[in-house]
Protein backbone atom coordinates (compact mmCIF):
# COMPACT_ATOMS: atom_id res chain seq x y z
CA UNK A 1 0.00 0.00 0.00
CA UNK A 2 3.07 2.40 1.09
CA UNK A 3 4.30 1.72 -2.35
CA UNK A 4 1.55 2.14 -4.70
CA UNK A 5 0.88 5.56 -2.31
CA UNK A 6 4.33 6.90 -2.83
CA UNK A 7 3.77 5.79 -6.79
CA UNK A 8 0.55 7.98 -6.99
CA UNK A 9 2.08 10.99 -5.08
CA UNK A 10 5.40 10.56 -7.61
CA UNK A 11 3.10 10.77 -10.44
CA UNK A 12 1.09 13.23 -9.61
CA UNK A 13 4.09 15.90 -8.65
CA UNK A 14 5.86 15.17 -11.96
CA UNK A 15 2.58 16.05 -13.78
CA UNK A 16 1.85 18.87 -12.23
CA UNK A 17 5.74 20.03 -13.01
CA UNK A 18 5.63 18.89 -16.56
CA UNK A 19 4.68 20.52 -19.56
CA UNK A 20 4.94 20.33 -22.93
CA UNK A 21 5.02 22.83 -25.68
CA UNK A 22 5.75 24.62 -28.59
CA UNK A 23 8.63 26.61 -28.89
CA UNK A 24 8.53 30.11 -30.94
CA UNK A 25 12.12 31.77 -30.88
CA UNK A 26 13.02 34.76 -32.98
CA UNK A 27 16.36 36.31 -32.87
CA UNK A 28 18.74 38.81 -34.30
CA UNK A 29 22.74 38.46 -33.89
CA UNK A 30 25.52 40.46 -34.78
CA UNK A 31 28.77 38.96 -35.22
CA UNK A 32 31.65 40.77 -32.81
CA UNK A 33 34.30 38.76 -34.31
CA UNK A 34 35.19 36.48 -37.22
CA UNK A 35 37.59 34.96 -39.32
CA UNK A 36 37.99 33.00 -42.49
CA UNK A 37 40.50 30.32 -43.48
CA UNK A 38 41.17 32.64 -46.29
CA UNK A 39 42.54 35.54 -43.69
CA UNK A 40 39.05 37.72 -44.04
CA UNK A 41 37.39 39.45 -41.11
CA UNK A 42 33.88 39.43 -40.83
CA UNK A 43 31.76 41.82 -38.95
CA UNK A 44 27.49 41.87 -39.80
CA UNK A 45 23.97 41.10 -38.16
CA UNK A 46 21.14 38.93 -39.43
CA UNK A 47 17.98 37.34 -38.11
CA UNK A 48 16.24 34.23 -38.15
CA UNK A 49 13.78 31.79 -35.91
CA UNK A 50 13.69 28.47 -34.06
CA UNK A 51 10.72 26.61 -34.33
CA UNK A 52 10.48 23.20 -31.84
CA UNK A 53 8.70 21.87 -29.29
CA UNK A 54 9.70 22.10 -25.29
CA UNK A 55 8.92 19.30 -22.71
CA UNK A 56 10.65 19.59 -19.01
CA UNK A 57 13.83 21.91 -20.19
CA UNK A 58 14.58 19.96 -23.16
CA UNK A 59 13.64 21.43 -26.81
CA UNK A 60 13.92 20.28 -29.80
CA UNK A 61 13.06 21.72 -33.50
CA UNK A 62 14.03 23.94 -36.54
CA UNK A 63 16.66 26.59 -36.71
CA UNK A 64 16.24 28.88 -39.81
CA UNK A 65 18.17 32.10 -40.42
CA UNK A 66 16.50 34.25 -43.69
CA UNK A 67 17.81 37.17 -43.99
CA UNK A 68 21.78 38.16 -42.82
CA UNK A 69 24.03 40.73 -44.30
CA UNK A 70 28.07 40.29 -43.65
CA UNK A 71 30.67 42.33 -44.82
CA UNK A 72 33.82 40.20 -45.03
CA UNK A 73 37.03 42.22 -45.84
CA UNK A 74 41.21 41.81 -46.19
CA UNK A 75 43.51 44.32 -46.55
CA UNK A 76 42.53 45.17 -49.94
CA UNK A 77 39.19 44.53 -50.55
CA UNK A 78 35.68 44.10 -48.84
CA UNK A 79 32.65 42.24 -49.68
CA UNK A 80 28.94 42.05 -48.59
CA UNK A 81 27.34 38.54 -48.23
CA UNK A 82 23.88 37.80 -47.89
CA UNK A 83 23.46 34.62 -45.62
CA UNK A 84 20.83 32.10 -45.20
CA UNK A 85 20.78 29.09 -43.18
CA UNK A 86 18.20 25.81 -42.43
CA UNK A 87 19.18 23.27 -39.74
CA UNK A 88 17.85 21.64 -36.94
CA UNK A 89 18.72 22.83 -32.90
CA UNK A 90 18.84 20.87 -29.46
CA UNK A 91 18.61 23.06 -26.10
CA UNK A 92 18.12 22.28 -22.77
CA UNK A 93 16.65 25.42 -20.23
CA UNK A 94 18.49 24.52 -17.22
CA UNK A 95 16.44 25.89 -13.90
CA UNK A 96 18.65 28.08 -13.38
CA UNK A 97 17.87 30.88 -15.61
CA UNK A 98 20.51 29.51 -18.24
CA UNK A 99 19.46 27.82 -21.57
CA UNK A 100 22.22 25.99 -24.12
CA UNK A 101 21.63 24.90 -27.58
CA UNK A 102 23.31 23.25 -30.66
CA UNK A 103 22.16 23.82 -33.78
CA UNK A 104 23.58 22.00 -37.33
CA UNK A 105 22.95 23.49 -40.57
CA UNK A 106 22.33 21.25 -43.26
CA UNK A 107 22.16 24.15 -45.68
CA UNK A 108 24.57 26.95 -45.30
CA UNK A 109 24.47 29.61 -48.17
CA UNK A 110 26.50 32.55 -48.69
CA UNK A 111 26.06 34.78 -52.14
CA UNK A 112 27.63 38.40 -53.21
CA UNK A 113 26.76 39.97 -56.67
CA UNK A 114 29.25 37.82 -57.88
CA UNK A 115 30.25 34.94 -56.12
CA UNK A 116 27.80 32.31 -53.96
CA UNK A 117 28.72 29.06 -51.94
CA UNK A 118 27.09 26.74 -49.97
CA UNK A 119 28.13 23.83 -47.18
CA UNK A 120 27.11 23.00 -43.45
CA UNK A 121 27.83 25.02 -40.06
CA UNK A 122 27.16 24.26 -36.53
CA UNK A 123 26.23 26.79 -33.55
CA UNK A 124 26.69 26.59 -30.37
CA UNK A 125 25.04 29.14 -27.61
CA UNK A 126 24.57 30.19 -24.29
CA UNK A 127 21.32 32.36 -23.05
CA UNK A 128 20.95 34.08 -19.90
CA UNK A 129 16.80 34.10 -19.75
CA UNK A 130 16.40 36.23 -16.63
CA UNK A 131 15.04 39.21 -18.11
CA UNK A 132 11.26 39.38 -18.85
CA UNK A 133 10.23 38.31 -22.53
CA UNK A 134 13.91 38.67 -23.32
CA UNK A 135 17.16 36.07 -23.96
CA UNK A 136 20.46 37.20 -24.40
CA UNK A 137 22.96 35.22 -25.35
CA UNK A 138 26.26 34.57 -26.91
CA UNK A 139 26.71 32.35 -29.68
CA UNK A 140 30.17 30.45 -31.74
CA UNK A 141 29.39 29.26 -35.33
CA UNK A 142 31.68 27.43 -37.48
CA UNK A 143 31.08 26.85 -40.72
CA UNK A 144 32.67 24.65 -44.08
CA UNK A 145 31.72 25.93 -47.44
CA UNK A 146 32.14 22.78 -49.81
CA UNK A 147 30.71 24.15 -53.41
CA UNK A 148 31.42 27.89 -54.46
CA UNK A 149 30.72 29.55 -57.35
CA UNK A 150 32.50 32.66 -59.38
CA UNK A 151 31.13 34.46 -62.81
CA UNK A 152 29.51 31.18 -63.55
CA UNK A 153 32.01 28.98 -62.81
CA UNK A 154 31.58 26.27 -60.52
CA UNK A 155 34.51 24.61 -58.31
CA UNK A 156 35.09 22.69 -54.91
CA UNK A 157 36.08 24.88 -51.98
CA UNK A 158 37.71 24.30 -48.83
CA UNK A 159 36.96 27.42 -47.28
CA UNK A 160 35.85 27.86 -43.32
CA UNK A 161 35.11 30.53 -41.32
CA UNK A 162 34.09 31.15 -37.35
CA UNK A 163 32.33 33.93 -35.96
CA UNK A 164 31.57 34.56 -32.06
CA UNK A 165 28.11 36.86 -32.08
CA UNK A 166 26.01 38.39 -29.15
CA UNK A 167 22.52 37.59 -29.78
CA UNK A 168 19.03 38.78 -28.54
CA UNK A 169 15.82 36.59 -28.40
CA UNK A 170 12.44 36.84 -27.64
CA UNK A 171 11.41 32.93 -26.81
CA UNK A 172 7.87 31.85 -26.33
CA UNK A 173 6.53 28.96 -25.09
CA UNK A 174 3.07 28.69 -25.99
Same mark, same amino acid.
Request: hydrophobic fraction near 40%; charged fraction near 10%; proline fraction near 2%.
Given at each position: ??? =??????? &?????? @???????????????????? @????????? *?????? /????? /? =?? !???????????? #???????? *????????V !?? @?????????? #??T #??????? @?????????T???? /????? /??? =?I?I???? #??M???D???????????????Q?? =?? &???????
Open positions: MKK =LLATITA &LTLLSL @SAHAGILIDPYIGYTVSGST @SSNFTITGS *DMGARL /GFTNM /G =LG !FGVDATVAGTHT #YKDATTST *DYTRSNMG !FV @SYHFPILVRG #YA #YFVNSKI @SSSAASATGATKL /GVQYT /GFP =LAGVEY #YNAYKAEIGGIKFTSSVTESTR =LA &LSVPFNL
